[in-house]
């Protein structure tokens, strides 16, 4: 079975400086994807990045860049510039390709404030 | 850009009673819909895999006559918590992927439904 750990459960940031969320999964799984979601306090769950495991180039999105180290199992991601509205809960996942019915495994999370 | 709503936002109910959340795809199919449910400050816990015109796949100790489930079109699936408990009180949230895009369609959520049971 696929796990996936978040050994951050809180982390601070000043704002417009750079932080960095760990995550690590296990899988035996060679074709996957694994996503950052961001929880705001409103509950929404957003999509932050998406990476795909054949990609070795690195996904980036705006301020947003993770490193996936596919050997280590890592997938960390950089948050460049902090804003105040990055402040919320960051969920590391991970999902299986391989069937219509892959579903999304999600770690514990880390919650990122960012302080003015 | 697609969106999956749910409703309602927010129930309250009574002990013993049954509470129907829906969860629908706006703007595309879903084959699939996932239920998820979420404790304060925790992760979301993966309940159940809903499959449009068949039986739910219920994830390893979810009551299945508890949590019953029906996805009855290709945007409509149902979460009926029958005869509610104060520990049934959670946060759940549905979500589901593009079927006609499966490999990029990425997971869209609903705005999730708080249930308080009393």
């Known amino acids: 079975a696929q796990t996936v750990t978040q050994s951050q459960p809180e982390m601070s940031v000043q704002e417009a400086e750079t932080v960095t969320l760990s995550c690590t999964y296990d899988?035996?799984?060679?074709?996957?994807?694994l996503f950052w979601y961001k929880q705001p306090p409103s509950r929404q769950m957003i999509l932050v990045i998406r990476q795909e495991a054949y990609k070795q180039q690195n996904a980036t999105e705006n301020r947003f860049s993770v490193n996936f180290q596919k050997a280590a199992k890592s997938f960390s991601l950089k948050i460049s510039d902090s804003q105040l509205g990055d402040t919320a809960m960051y969920f590391c996942?991970?999902?299986?390709?391989?069937?219509?019915?892959?579903?999304?495994?999600f770690g514990p999370g880390t919650s990122l404030s960012v302080i003015p | 850009g697609a969106v999956v709503s749910q409703h309602p936002s927010r129930v309250i109910c009574k002990s013993g009673t049954s509470v129907k959340i829906e969860c629908r795809s706006l703007d595309f199919q879903a084959t699939t819909m996932f239920w998820y449910r979420q404790f304060p400050k925790q992760s979301l816990m993966l309940m159940a895999t809903s499959n449009e015109g068949s039986k739910a796949t219920y994830e390893q100790g979810v009551e299945k006559d508890k949590f019953l489930i029906n996805h009855a079109s290709l945007t409509l699936s149902t979460l009926t918590v029958t005869s509610a408990h104060p520990e049934d009180s959670s946060f759940y949230i549905c979500s589901a992927r593009n079927s006609w895009d499966r490999v990029n369609s990425p997971l869209h959520f609903g705005n999730g439904t708080r249930l308080t049971v009393t």
């Open positions: 899988t035996s799984e060679n074709n996957y994807y």
């Open positions: 996942a991970f999902m299986k390709l391989k069937t219509s019915y892959d579903k999304v495994i």
